[in-house]
């Protein structure tokens, strides 16, 4: 299982951005996802995540301005990011599991649930 994320960038507060999640050796539509993220100094939390129902979860930080999505027939996850605040600038990650349903719903799984994660997309927000 391989997955590269794209769509980061820098922009100001206010501002949207849209990440990308190519993934190979997997089936997005057949299980859970997730995005990550990481601030420098803080642990890695859980964004948003979406099952093989289409069940999504989001954190509270970002409900209302983030919307995880899939695309089946191009096997990738993304993650649309609306009124982008400095407190959103991380490294975000894309992540999978063997699992149809995401675990501990309606919370967001946990990072030890997943198993295969990319190398991280930069979102950087301004003021």
């Known amino acids: 299982v391989h997955l590269v994320e794209s769509g980061g960038g820098s922009v100001q507060a206010g501002g949207s951005l849209r990440l990308s999640c190519a993934i190979s050796?997997?089936?997005?539509?057949?299980?859970?996802m997730g995005w990550f993220r990481q601030a420098p100094g803080k642990e890695r939390e859980g964004v948003a995540s979406i099952d093989s129902e289409e069940k999504t979860n989001y954190a509270d930080s970002v409900k209302g301005r983030f919307t995880i999505t899939r695309d089946n027939v191009k096997n990738t996850l993304h993650l649309q990011m609306n009124s982008l605040n400095p407190e959103d600038t991380a490294m975000y990650y894309c992540?999978?599991?063997?699992?149809?349903?995401?675990?501990?719903?309606?919370?967001?799984?946990?990072?030890?649930?997943?198993?295969?994660w990319g190398q991280g997309t930069q979102v950087t927000v301004s003021s």
């Open positions: 050796g997997y089936t997005v539509s057949a299980y859970c």
């Open positions: 992540t999978a599991i063997y699992y149809k349903l995401c675990p501990n719903s309606p919370d967001l799984p946990y990072k030890r649930f997943f198993s295969f």
